[in-house]
């Protein structure tokens, strides 16, 4: 069975780091793309990062080029999203999601399976 898990969300002040978990079971990370989106409040979902382990590709929204990082530590079947000089905007809930048929790094919510059950990221205006 295909589980994801997200951790590591928070309260954080403007400026401040926080790195999101998302620990897979059931599948095995090295095959299958990997997404991270938010949602605030009465916005729409969208794709903030994504990664591909079958070509190397990864994804970054323009609002989080420079300040978001995407890994994998394959050993434990998780992926990270560490985010950097976090602002208002960046406050939604946070979902990590698998593809099991996309190519490349997708920011598209609808080529992606599995879904987590997201992680709230506060930050204060």
């Known amino acids: 069975q295909v589980q994801l898990v997200e951790s590591g969300g928070g309260l954080v002040q403007p400026g401040g780091s926080l790195r999101l978990s998302c620990a897979a079971s059931g599948f095995t990370l090295d095959y299958y793309a990997i997404g991270w989106f938010r949602q605030a409040p009465g916005k729409e979902r969208e794709g903030v990062s994504s990664?591909?382990?079958?070509?190397?590709?990864?994804y970054y929204a323009d609002a989080v080029k420079g300040r978001f990082t995407i890994s994998r530590d394959n050993a434990k079947n998780t992926v990270y999203l560490q985010m950097n000089s976090l602002r208002a905007e960046d406050r939604a809930v946070y979902y990590c999601a698998t593809s099991t048929w996309t190519s490349g790094a997708s920011p598209n919510r609808w080529q992606y399976d599995y879904w987590g059950q997201g992680t709230q990221v506060t930050v204060p205006t």
């Open positions: 990664i591909n382990p079958r070509d190397g590709s990864t």
